[in-house]
């Protein structure tokens, strides 16, 4: 994991073609934390389902998925030639509990995007300057996902943090959330400790940010929020965990 400080920065857009519900651009404050300096491997997430039964392909329960899930595992086993791929087709629900069995989190909105930027202010991405497929795996360039190292980090030393997967996010999404957040530590739909105690009856839509290997580069900007029910799986969505300091 890497250590982020604490901090200020300025969350959201003012880009007036940016989508409204990223429009408000705020001063946030944020405690330091640690973040995962990759995503969630295929190979750390069997180590998970191999001590967690009640998560395996053919046990999980059916609240906690939509049809999809580990779709590209062959029974409780990864492509073998994807160890070191971010792990798919994983619901919100998986993610929130292998993050419990490390002893970490995910991370809220808020703690996302201040990691994203990287220090940076007034970026349009993770890094100074333009996109272009030398800096992340977006807009089909690949195909599909690439291993969680492939591509040079941001100036927290974190990977992936635009394209790759999809990345769940604690926070409920609220489209008009920026209007009312709180200055610190802010997080919708709760509190971190009350989601994460009653993750297992969260019906409402769930926030995922970073764009995908299969997006076009507007979705890789750091600023633009996604979102999908806690149930979806998919081949673009996967997730990192935080811990507090």
């Not at 779709?71 to 409780?76: A, D, L, S």
Request: with cysteine; charged share 20%.
């Amino acid at each position: 994991m890497v250590p982020i400080p604490d901090g200020e920065f300025q969350m959201g857009s003012n880009d007036p073609e940016g989508d409204n519900d990223e429009q408000l651009l705020h001063t946030v404050y944020i405690d330091g934390f640690y973040m995962d300096k990759y995503e969630v491997t295929n190979a750390q997430y069997k180590q998970f389902v191999d001590a967690n039964p009640q998560w395996q392909k053919d046990h999980i329960d059916r609240r906690f998925y939509d049809g999809g899930y580990l779709r590209h595992w062959n029974g409780n086993d990864y492509p073998s030639e994807k160890a070191n791929h971010p792990v798919v087709y994983v619901s919100w629900y998986a993610a929130v509990a292998y993050a419990q069995w490390e002893g970490k989190r995910l991370p809220t909105e808020a703690e996302w995007e201040y990691t994203a930027r990287g220090g940076l202010s007034g970026e349009m991405y993770p890094w100074k300057g333009s996109i272009d497929s030398g800096k992340a795996n977006y807009g089909r360039n690949v195909g599909n996902t690439t291993p969680v190292s492939k591509y040079p980090p941001n100036g927290y030393g974190l990977y992936d943090m635009a394209g790759n997967v999809w990345e769940w996010c604690l926070d409920e999404y609220q489209e008009d959330f920026y209007v009312r957040s709180p200055r610190a530590n802010p997080i919708a739909g709760g509190t971190i400790t009350s989601i994460i105690d009653y993750f297992t009856s969260a019906t409402t839509a769930r926030v995922l940010r970073g764009g995908s290997w299969n997006y076009g580069p507007r979705l890789m900007r750091v600023a633009l929020r996604n979102w999908a029910l806690p149930s979806n799986t998919y081949g673009n969505y996967g997730f990192r965990c935080v811990r507090a300091q």
